[in-house]
């Protein structure tokens, strides 16, 4: 131990005796002391309120804010770029950056770097919050993320990653934007334990990356909780997806991915649970689905999937689809509708379930209907179709439908 | 008047059939609330239980009660009393302890089961669907003539307004569902205080499944606070429009 001590200490020492910490403050230019920096140095920021924008960081410096020293980009400029590798930026806080549909104008900007770390820092009412391009192994943990976008067209994303690989996106909290987080061309990532709230469009928004996860995250009230499209290899584990409402507001959104996972999420509240389309080979086990308008649709494009060992409670309607044609196996899930019996008491049902409901395919053709939804006539209707099924799709079902609620 | 409300309150609470009626619905509570340990769906049978039964009970039972009552009528009407004041204190006794019936049945399993909004929403709509139906007995007691016809009438009411509405709407949905027909689907729900109750409990229970459909139907008037103040609105003018017809009617009729 004390040889490992002193070999430690002899690889540091020269770091420790060429590395200086250079102070600034509000009235000399934080450029010039960055400037100066050599690679290794400190740049410590006294509190205060910077009208200083467009700085660019090109050494491999650790730059601290002292008490959030304000850096204001008076709603016309861009404020950090961050084009060196190895730069670590905390406890400063960015806000105001101009907008513009020339350039993505953003707080922070990390330019062809690697091993960046951004954290503790306050990034507010930016059109891009931490725009990441072309990076590799950087690091953006515990920040605070805040904007009021309002409509798509105008707002910028959160956290903006683009043809990236081996990220990790951890413990922010990201609200108001476009998308609270985006990943374009981003592989080998990890999103893990954020809060997107009150995003536009999507709370996490994924195009073309691959070999992805985002786990133990809360998505709430955005457009959409998020949307994995054109993706392969995304794992998703433990997020609670909660309040989207809206007709076009899903959980998460499943467009032309395959190979995935979903476990262990929580679905409560949306208008609907989880969507899939043109989705291929994703295993969906051990998730929750409670209080959903619809706690599934899966389209008829959708193929080899596994529905199987998850809880639908309370959902308004359990599963949508929009054709006969279902080429998913579903097994082993608790339907809380469900009224068969289990003569054998092995736990699992001996009649299939039948998750489409007939009123949700009548309301789908006629959305007036659903104004008689829960009356007694549609029950009425909705018995007679269990007892002679005629409408609603029967190779989609739950052949051994559980008995009991499983505990997750 | 309170004197008689009194009365015809105190008469009532002692009355069998109100007793009955009371443990109908607390052992439906209870059993269908500690089924499944509290969640939504114990909710939802009982949803159904109140749109089915309050309707049919409160009118038959308020119209038998009113005839029954024929003779104590005539003889206060003897009195040096109001015409009017004596019909409102029958009626208010007769809700009164209908709504004290199903607030002591339902409402008491509800609050100690599962305290949710959307269960006070239930007692809520509820208690108000028992004063529509009383008025409605009110107003079957005071058309008709005699006893056998009063008692059809209010069979034929309940039902109608429970079972065969919805019947009709649907059908009316299905035939017209090419035209934009959301306006007048709103307008014709106010025309059943049944539908109208279970409007109230939609808006509680599902409104992200209603969030999901476009239109106009679903953006303005259920996706929003409107459709609870419409249906709240509407439910009101039922209680009160009979209830002002049975007095009407009353205050000319030769006894």
């Not at chain 1, 020269?14 to 403050?25: C, E, F, H, K, N």
């Not at chain 1, 043809?163 to 909290?173: E, F, G, H, P, V």
């Not at chain 2, 209908?98 to 305290?115: D, E, I, W």
Request: aromatic share 10%; proline share 3%.
């Amino acid at each position: 131990m004390t040889l490992f001590r002193s070999i430690l200490l002899l690889l540091l020492l020269p770091m420790g005796l060429s590395a200086t910490v250079i102070r600034t403050g509000p009235g000399s230019l934080l450029q010039h002391a960055l400037d100066r920096a050599r690679p290794g140095d400190t740049v410590i920021v006294a509190p205060g309120h910077y009208l200083q924008h467009e700085i660019v960081i090109r050494t491999p410096i650790t730059l601290i804010g002292e008490n959030f020293p304000v850096f204001d980009g008076e709603n016309k400029y861009q404020l950090f770029v961050i084009a060196a590798s190895g730069v670590c930026m905390q406890g400063i806080t960015v806000q105001n950056t101009g907008r513009s549909s020339m350039i993505d104008m953003a707080g922070i900007r990390l330019q062809n770097a690697a091993r960046v770390r951004v954290s503790n820092c306050k990034v507010l009412n930016t059109t891009y919050g931490i725009y990441l391009q072309n990076s590799k192994y950087c690091v953006i943990e515990n920040n605070e993320i805040r904007s009021s976008a309002t409509d798509e067209l105008q707002a910028g994303n959160g956290v903006h990653a683009w043809k990236s690989d081996s990220l990790l996106i951890r413990d922010n909290n990201i609200s108001g934007h476009r998308d609270g987080i985006y990943f374009e061309f981003v592989t080998g990532s990890a999103i893990i334990g954020n809060v997107s709230t009150n995003n536009v469009r999507y709370g996490l928004h994924f195009m073309f990356s691959h070999n992805d996860g985002y786990s133990r995250n809360t998505f709430r009230h955005n457009g959409a909780g998020v949307a994995v499209m054109y993706s392969k290899k995304v794992i998703m584990t433990g997020n609670t997806f909660s309040e989207h409402w809206g007709d076009a507001s899903y959980g998460i959104l499943l467009k032309d991915i395959s190979d995935s996972r979903i476990e262990h999420n929580t679905f409560a509240r949306n208008t609907m649970g989880v969507y899939m389309e043109g989705s291929s080979r994703i295993h969906i086990a051990r998730n929750t689905f409670s209080a959903n308008g619809w706690a599934m649709r899966v389209q008829a494009s959708c193929e080899g999937n596994t529905i199987e060992t998850n809880n639908f409670l309370d959902n308004s309607f359990d599963v949508a689809t929009n054709g006969t044609l279902m080429l998913n196996a579903w097994r082993n899930n608790y339907w809380d509708k469900y009224e068969g019996y289990d003569l054998d008491r092995d736990g699992t049902g001996d009649v299939p379930y039948h998750p489409v409901s007939v009123y949700s395919i009548l309301s789908e053709r006629i959305p007036s209907t659903m104004i008689l939804y829960r009356s007694f006539l549609t029950n009425i209707v909705d018995q007679a179709e269990k007892i002679m099924p005629s409408i609603i799709p029967d190779q989609l079902r739950d052949d051994s439908p559980q008995t009991k609620k499983w505990k997750l | 008047m309170r004197t008689v409300s009194k009365y015809v309150f105190l008469d009532l609470l002692k009355n069998r059939s109100i007793l009955v009626y009371t443990a109908v619905l607390a052992v439906l509570s209870f059993t269908l609330l500690g089924l499944d340990g509290g969640s939504a769906k114990g909710l939802l049978s009982l949803l159904n239980i109140t749109l089915l039964f309050v309707p049919v009970i409160t009118t038959l039972f308020s119209a038998i009660y009113f005839f029954n009552s024929l003779e104590f009528i005539e003889l206060l009407l003897s009195q040096p009393v109001k015409r009017t004041r004596i019909l409102l204190s029958e009626y208010g006794g007769m809700a009164l302890s209908l709504s004290a019936a199903f607030v002591v049945g339902v409402g008491f399993p509800l609050t100690v089961m599962l305290p949710v909004t959307a269960s006070f929403v239930l007692i809520i709509t509820g208690v108000l669907l028992t004063f529509i139906f009383t008025s409605l007995g009110l107003l079957i007691f005071v058309l008709s003539r005699d006893k056998t016809r009063g008692i059809g009438a209010a069979i034929i009411v309940s039902l109608f307004f429970t079972l065969l509405f919805d019947g009709l709407m649907m059908a009316f949905i299905f035939t017209f569902s090419d035209y934009p027909i959301d306006r007048a689907v709103v307008a014709m729900v106010g025309l059943n205080p049944v539908d109208l109750a279970r409007i109230l409990m939609l808006l509680q229970l599902d409104v992200a499944v209603l969030m999901g459909y476009s239109g106009a139907l679903f953006k303005e008037f259920l996706g929003s606070s409107t459709g609870s103040l419409y249906a709240v609105g509407c439910l009101g003018l039922w209680t009160v429009v009979p209830l002002w017809l049975a007095l009407r009617i009353f205050r000319r009729k030769d006894l």
